[in-house]
């Protein structure tokens, strides 16, 4: 087993190599096809890479080609991510839910002239755009045959990996691409939504992603023996470090799906999972559903041990000074707290060491081997972070970005500080800045801005965001507000930039919908929320003498007092309708993009209250003033 700190590989591709290499014989992957089970072993992997490599470069795929990746997480999109890798061209990945009108916007943006897609059908879909679109040289098929000729260089997987011997030479020629590839060339441009609806294409180098392989491991006391159960996109970049740090260090990645995941956790017993805030909650809800069908007494039991252990963790984390702390405080009212702390703990010494005996017994629902899960793609509320804790599951509350490849911050080994995102990872400048890009001290409430080898060198062919992105000095501008602890640990505690996450750790441009909806006359004006949310919901200020109309001849309806028309569940029901009616996919909106509920404002929005000087809205004001109302909206 290698020490963290012997293995300092440049690329991807080295990586690669040495874990074929020093991993031959152990499990890689295990995926489900076609109603069977299939496990691959790193040296089956290291085979079905080489001779995919080969059939690319046979058909013009070279260094530098730009190369558009439609598919879903499967393990013909790892074999092909890494092709690609091998050949130095550059992925640009998609879902397979990617609008028509979004892929062929991406697919000129990025000048890809190769297009490998996950099934016959998904191509089908988008056959008329691609028909039009005259830059593409080839189109590769994952899974499926061509079925019609109205282009004529498509290739199927199944005849590109037919042939599967390979010569010395050819091995030989692989391995000694090495040096072709360096850490300063780009591996994939993965798109991301932009403030003005346009996504914008994040340009990722080896130096980039290396910086999360090298460091992430001893972060999680990663071993070559763990497992992970995957369940995010792989094209998401959160979900592909994992897979290359897996693959690092020797470790099985397990493809799994959102209908499968519960059950595949018990099936496969990982020691490690990364998902989203959204799947702990789905997991949250199914333990406590099941409990609840099957006994509502040991459901209320459950419940009340959760609550003990709760209360005991955090008084146990007084005592040990891991919760955050902003400012420094007189130690007489420190020991003070601590004094009281030891108290409670005693009283709940004996109902503690029940409760955690009895909640042990909830890890079997994941497994019973789960040593770690990491939670990343939006902030994981803290009811949810305390529910996970309390049963005794050790989870990393982690902070990146696209552009940071992603790492920035995390609570992982290095830090026991709980209601934190932890310290910045090693090597990455962190610091909370005012608005004129001046550093804040600790508690201080800023702009998280950072700096290091994961951070992208820019937005492609981009210069107006890449000039707003970053600092005179060269940090980048997440966006989000935070603030340090004193010992250094990150807090977020809101977002200055436009981007909503989802809870599924979908990323949503809220002015593209906005300016949608406000086309209705009856919409003034609105304001997408849904941060961390399940779904997404709209405040909007109306006219009122426009919806009183609406109210009229679409439901027949009259309503005088604009009280009524801001409480009637029938109109707002059929107002959502009317909105989501306008959120179409053709129209280029996908299916999270919907709204789920509605809240109509008494007021119009203020300059110097909710909108700038300019007229802009101020996010973060509007939802800390409508906190209660998104609660509700989205609860």
Request: glycine content about 8%; overall charge neutral; aromatic content about 10%.
């Amino acid at each position: 087993m290698h020490k963290y700190s012997d293995i300092d590989y440049g690329t991807l591709f080295e990586m690669f190599l040495n874990s074929r290499r020093d991993y031959p014989e152990q499990t890689a992957f295990i995926y489900r096809a076609a109603g069977s089970e299939f496990s691959v072993s790193y040296a089956k992997f290291y085979e079905d890479v080489v001779i995919l490599t080969r059939a690319f470069a046979a058909r013009g795929v070279k260094k530098g080609s730009r190369v558009m990746l439609l598919s879903d997480n499967r393990y013909g999109w790892i074999v092909t991510d890494m092709a690609l890798i091998a050949l130095g061209a550059i992925s640009v990945p998609r879902g397979s839910d990617t609008p028509t009108i979004e892929l062929e916007y991406i697919l000129e943006h990025s000048a890809s002239e190769f297009l490998v897609i996950e099934t016959a059908a998904l191509l089908m879909s988008h056959e008329e755009m691609l028909k039009s679109h005259k830059q593409l040289r080839s189109i590769f098929l994952i899974e499926g045959e061509k079925t019609h000729r109205w282009f004529d260089n498509i290739y199927s997987y199944n005849d590109l990996l037919e042939d599967r011997r390979l010569t010395q030479a050819e091995l030989e020629e692989f391995a000694g691409r090495r040096p072709q590839i360096t850490q300063d060339d780009l591996f994939t441009l993965i798109y991301t939504s932009g403030t003005t609806g346009v996504p914008k294409g994040v340009q990722l180098s080896h130096r980039n992603i290396m910086y999360n392989v090298r460091h992430m491991p001893g972060l999680i006391g990663l071993l070559d023996t763990d497992r992970f159960v995957s369940i995010l996109p792989s094209w998401h970049i959160f979900e592909r470090a994992v897979e290359y740090v897996a693959l690092s260090r020797g470790c099985c990645t397990v493809y799994s799906a959102v209908k499968t995941f519960a059950a595949d956790l018990e099936t496969y017993r990982p020691n490690m999972v990364a998902t989203v805030p959204r799947l702990w909650e789905s997991l949250h809800a199914r333990v406590n559903n099941s409990l609840e069908k099957e006994n509502p007494k040991r459901a209320k039991i459950f419940r009340t041990l959760v609550g003990i252990s709760t209360a005991a963790n955090r008084q146990r984390r007084i005592l040990r000074d891991q919760l955050p702390v902003f400012e420094k405080s007189f130690f007489l009212l420190r020991w003070l707290r601590k004094l009281r702390a030891a108290g409670y703990l005693l009283l709940l010494a004996l109902p503690d060491r029940l409760a955690k005996s009895r909640l042990q017994a909830v890890q079997h629902k994941f497994g019973g081997r789960l040593r770690m899960a990491i939670s990343g793609g939006g902030s994981l509320p803290p009811w949810l972070d305390e529910w996970i804790d309390a049963i005794g599951i050790r989870i990393v509350n982690a902070y990146g970005m696209t552009e940071c490849a992603p790492a920035i911050a995390g609570r992982a080994l290095n830090c026991e500080t709980f209601n934190t995102l932890g310290l910045p990872v090693e090597g990455t400048e962190l610091r909370i800045a005012d608005e004129q890009d001046q550093p804040l001290a600790a508690g201080g409430e800023g702009e998280i801005q950072m700096r290091g080898d994961q951070l992208f060198p820019g937005y492609e062919d981009n210069p107006e965001e890449n000039s707003k992105a970053f600092t005179s000095d060269g940090f980048f501008r997440t966006g989000d507000l935070g603030k340090l602890t004193l010992r250094g640990e990150l807090v977020i505690t809101g977002r200055s930039k436009e981007i909503i996450v989802l809870a599924s750790g979908e990323n949503v441009d809220p002015s593209r919908i906005e300016s949608t909806i406000t086309r209705l006359p009856f919409v003034s004006d609105a304001v997408l929320v849904g941060q961390d949310k399940k779904g997404l919901g709209a405040l909007v200020v109306p006219d009122f003498d426009k919806l009183r109309e609406f109210a009229a001849s679409k439901l027949d309806m009259i309503i005088e007092s604009s009280e009524q028309l801001r409480n009637n569940s029938q109109l707002l029901e059929k107002v959502r309708s009317e909105m989501n009616r306008l959120l179409h996919s053709k129209k280029g909106f996908k299916p999270f993009e919907k709204l789920k509920n509605i809240y109509f404002l008494e007021g119009e929005f203020k300059p110097g209250e909710e909108l700038t000087n300019t007229l802009k809205k101020k996010r973060h004001v509007i939802e800390m003033k409508y906190r209660e109302q998104i609660g509700k909206l989205l609860k």
